[in-house]
């Protein structure tokens, strides 16, 4: 069985303040994806990041940085220098690499969602 | 390309009526998925079509519940005989076919949501 577990359920700081949000997850698989989703107001999701499981590198990408600990299964989520426009849900998210074939049709398609946490960025 | 397409947006009914929703995916994506997001909660997996075939109902889709996609483009989720329960957002994403983390798998199992169409059951 999957599970993602997001602690935080709420997390309110002041623009120009850095954030993190955390991320722990369980799987059997040895092989899988890890994920973030923005949800903002509107309601759509939005694709921020997807990691393998064989790639620990942590990756930044302008304000916003992932750190991937496999010995912890933790995907944390750091957005510096927050601002007013990153107020929203975000969700990390796991999906799992299956070995019988990469092109399966059961195969790394199912993501297991964590419950989310609302950040909101004050002015 | 717009994105994934969902509609309608917004749907009250009463207990027991039927609905139905609509999703057009991305055009190239040959997989589909439908998720059901109560408030509070992460998306929960539905169904997913790999063109036309339904490869996987989870077992919160109840013989209430079915999807189809006829010609492996637009999906269709119906609802019969509404409950309260059924109340929730109902996401609609597609994806390439994912070959695997070394195998142009730039973008592919890459998740596209639509909007989503919100459903209250009176």
């Given at each position: 069985a999957q599970k993602v577990t997001q602690a935080q359920t709420e997390i309110s700081v002041v623009e120009k303040e850095d954030v993190t949000l955390d991320c722990v997850y369980e799987t059997r698989d040895t092989t899988y994806y890890l994920f973030w989703y923005k949800q903002p107001p509107s309601g759509e999701l939005v694709f921020l990041i997807r990691r393998n499981s064989f790639d620990e590198q942590n990756e930044i990408s302008g304000r916003y940085s992932w750190n991937f600990q496999k010995s912890t299964s933790s995907f944390n989520f750091t957005i510096t220098a927050?601002?007013?426009?990153?107020?929203a849900v975000y969700f990390c998210a796991l999906s799992a690499i299956r070995a019988?074939?990469?092109?399966?049709?059961?195969?790394?398609y199912k993501l297991t969602f964590g419950k989310g946490t609302l950040l909101t960025v004050n002015p | 390309d717009t994105g994934v397409s969902q509609d309608p947006r917004h749907k009250i009914t009463k207990r027991g009526q039927n609905v139905t929703f609509r999703c057009d995916p991305?055009?190239?994506?040959?997989r589909l998925y439908w998720y059901r997001q109560t408030l509070g909660q992460g998306p929960e997996f539905l169904t997913y079509f790999q063109n036309e075939a339904q490869l996987e109902k989870s077992?919160?889709?109840?013989?209430r519940f079915s999807a189809e996609r006829p010609k492996g483009s637009f999906s269709t989720l119906e609802i019969q005989r509404?409950?309260?329960?059924?109340s929730a957002m109902y996401l609609c994403a597609s994806s390439l076919e994912d070959?695997?983390?070394?195998?142009?798998?730039?973008?592919?199992?890459v998740l596209t949501f639509g909007a989503g169409s919100r459903l209250t059951v009176l």
């Open positions: 927050s601002q007013v426009v990153d107020s019988l074939g990469w092109n399966s049709g059961g195969s790394n | 991305i055009s190239e994506h040959n077992r919160l889709l109840s013989d509404t409950e309260q329960g059924d070959r695997g983390p070394g195998i142009g798998s730039s973008g592919a199992n």
